[in-house]
């Protein structure tokens, strides 16, 4: 309640009013489409389909993005954004997912570093074991050609290749979301103070911190373009040492993206015909939010 006067609130949506607020969405009704049904919105009456890929549809365009994209008026060092989601049934997971985007450069460009007094960009993705991970680009990314993280020809473990995919942290311990069941899902994100690298990522799914990526925690181990606190690669060799992620103060936190990104050579053989995702109570500010309270 009182959302619309908080002067923390930056943007919230419970689509009780269709698309209104949202910046930008794909016009395709059949992949996009508000929806009334008491009985599966989150709250009220309205939701968001935000996602509804077909098999067929992949067979005539082998990537297809269903998203709803939110430009802040304005953009802020540390920014929070709750939600909801529900992967109905045995959906498939997409090959990439959710996304917050900082400065002007184009977020979602793939192999390429951001320019640091431009911009930077991360996905939330969610993966077939139903397990969240971070998926990073910055202009101090590591690149996944060496095992020290560089592009040297030559290095150990030297892939062959120059390759600046995004860099991936999957927070340990975590527990698998069920399908057809509404998560809440928070995001932070802080920007470095320029020079350092006091910069962060943080998760939480129903209110319970699952992953943060702080100065001097978790601790694990960089290996090419994986951050590894957990699995067979993991070590516990060194401290995460927090995010440089921008080299000018002009550079801040201004988009989300409620997107959910398919390519017909990533789809599972057993993923069923259409891939649908809802998704509920949007929430964008520059403090924690929390879960919605009945």
């Known amino acids: 309640m009182g959302l619309e006067g908080d002067p923390r609130v930056l943007f919230h949506s419970d689509f009780e009013h269709g698309m209104q607020g949202w910046t930008s969405y794909t016009q395709n009704t059949d992949q996009i489409a508000v929806l009334s049904d008491t009985g599966v919105a989150h709250a009220g009456t309205h939701y968001l389909r935000a996602a ?13 993005s269903a998203n709803a994209q939110v430009q802040l008026s304005k953009g802020v060092p540390e920014l929070y954004w709750r939600f909801y989601a529900r992967f109905v049934g045995q959906t498939a997971t997409p090959h990439h997912w959710v996304r917050v985007g900082a400065g002007s450069w184009y977020d979602g460009l793939a192999n390429t570093v951001p320019p640091g007094d431009q911009g930077f960009w991360y996905d939330l993705d969610a993966h077939a074991d139903h397990l969240l991970s971070f998926y990073a680009y910055w202009y101090q990314m590591h690149s996944g050609r060496c095992n020290d993280g560089t592009a040297v020809p030559g290095c150990a ?48 799914v129903n209110d319970a911190l699952v992953g943060e990526y702080v100065p001097g925690a978790p601790r694990g181990r960089w290996l ?30 201004e988009r989300v993206t409620l997107d959910a990104y398919y390519e017909l050579g990533t789809l599972p053989a057993e993923a069923p015909e259409a891939q649908v995702i809802l998704y509920d109570d949007v929430v964008v500010a520059t403090s924690r939010i929390g879960c919605r309270v009945p």
């Open 157 to 204: 473990g030297d892939q062959g290749t120059t390759y600046y995919y995004g860099n991936n942290f999957s927070p340990a311990g975590q527990t698998a979301f069920s399908p057809d069941t509404w998560l809440c899902i928070e995001l932070r994100t802080k920007a470095n103070t320029v020079g350092n690298s006091d910069g962060a990522l943080g998760l939480w």
């Open 52 to 64: 509804q890929v077909t098999r067929t549809q992949l067979a005539a365009n082998q990537y297809i």
């Open 224 to 253: 090419r373009d994986n951050f590894y606190t957990w699995g067979p690669y993991f070590q516990d060799v060194q401290a995460f040492e927090g995010f440089d992620f921008r080299s000018s103060a002009s550079v801040l936190p």
